[in-house]
């Protein structure tokens, strides 16, 4: 988590605009935590993760559209059990993730 | 510096701060910030006075909770982000198991501090996992480190009545969430006849941990340490510390 948060200061830093994609709710068992956090630059670098990986595509582009000027977003995602994980870790979950612009 | 700035320059530096959104409603400024101190103080506003301080409400009941979690309130979503610093493990008693102890709550992502007076024993290089090594008497001490808060948890390994009896009459005043004693079961009931002495009723003494840590049948001091670790964190996440295959339900949810 803090590997996001010095990620976002860097490129905030450097002149970037950057937008942060937030877990605010999880329903059944989903991979990450409310809490958890991606950020992605407007070089296009990404970093951190809200899912184990099935949903940050589609989250990077709500990310750029609101890099471009989008008003933030709250986006739904049921997470199938065919792309779950197993032993003890996340099956079909399903996650509310907020994207918004970082005001520095 | 916006309210949400301020939050993530708090969060990376493993400060406890709660950074509330307003995620969606009919009230106040969708998109809006406010950042929540654990003084109750605030700066920035999600554009409605009474919102504001229905989510510095919701703010108090999750900064020691430690979760971030979704709240509504009057038909708006609030979203409450919460950082908070690693959980600290305060030893008291600068013998071998504490140096192990050091090393297990370390590698656990928590901050072991090691307190005892005898300045020979209290030596940092002897506790290279430790936060601090503190040679004082335990009310200095956690003078020292700004008193028991309700993410400070104690272990008392020390073996003398008088600095076991100075830890524990201290720890049993406070909000530690966990006050775990080592001893043999003799020691623990001449120990129990001291604090009733004290005037420490059995009811006050039923929150001590003793014997400490869980039943691993652990050998070294190595094996002790990890048992007391594993105990702590249970406790910390309200679990009894059983093994997962003999148990139903959900893994990561609260128990």
């Given amino acids: ?19 942060i994609a937030t877990v605010v709710a ?21 970093a951190g993760a809200v899912s184990g990986g099935c949903v940050e595509g589609a989250v990077v582009k709500v990310a750029e559209e609101v890099l471009a000027g989008g008003a933030p977003r709250l986006l739904h995602f049921g997470i199938p059990d065919s792309d779950a994980w197993d032993v003890g870790l996340p099956c079909g979950g399903e996650i509310d993730v907020y994207v918004e612009r970082y005001e520095p | 510096m916006s309210a949400q700035s301020s939050f993530l320059r708090l969060a990376r530096e493993g400060s406890r701060a709660a950074l509330v959104t307003l995620v969606s409603g009919g009230r106040g400024r969708p998109g809006a910030h406010l950042l929540v101190l654990p003084d109750g103080s605030s700066e920035g506003t999600l554009g409605d006075a009474g919102l504001d301080e229905a989510a510095r409400r919701h703010a108090g009941e999750l900064l020691w909770a430690e979760l971030s979690e979704l709240r509504e309130e009057d038909g708006c979503a609030l979203f409450v982000d919460v950082s908070a610093p690693a959980p600290r493990l305060v030893i008291f008693g600068a013998v071998d198991y504490a140096a192990s102890l050091c090393r ?48 400070t948890y104690l272990a008392v390994l020390t073996h003398d009545p008088k600095l076991d009896d100075a830890a524990l009459t201290l720890a049993l005043d406070s909000d ?15 120990r129990r006849e001291r604090l009733l002495r004290a005037g420490i009723s059995e009811e006050r003494q039923s929150r001590i941990s003793a014997p400490i840590g869980l039943d691993l049948g652990a050998r070294t001091a190595d094996e002790t340490a990890l048992s007391i670790m594993a105990e702590v964190v249970a406790v910390r996440n309200g679990r009894d510390g059983r093994r997962l295959s003999q148990r139903e339900g959900r893994i990561h949810q609260p128990a």
């Fill in chain 1, 26 to 46: 999880t329903r059944r068992s989903a991979p990450l935590p409310p809490g958890a956090k991606m950020a992605l630059s407007e070089s296009g670098e990404v």
């Fill in chain 2, 104 to 151: 297990v709550a370390r590698a656990a992502g928590w901050r072991p501090y090691v307190v005892d007076p005898r300045s020979r024993f209290a030596a940092p290089e002897r506790f290279p996992d430790a936060e601090r090594v503190i040679a004082a008497w335990p009310a200095e001490a956690l003078a020292q480190i700004g008193g028991i808060d309700r993410a």
């Fill in chain 1, 1 to 19: 988590m803090s590997d996001v948060l010095e990620r976002v200061e860097e490129w905030s830093l450097r002149g970037d605009r950057v937008a």
């Fill in chain 2, 176 to 190: 530690a969430p966990y006050i775990g004693a080592m001893g043999s079961r003799r020691a623990q009931s001449e």
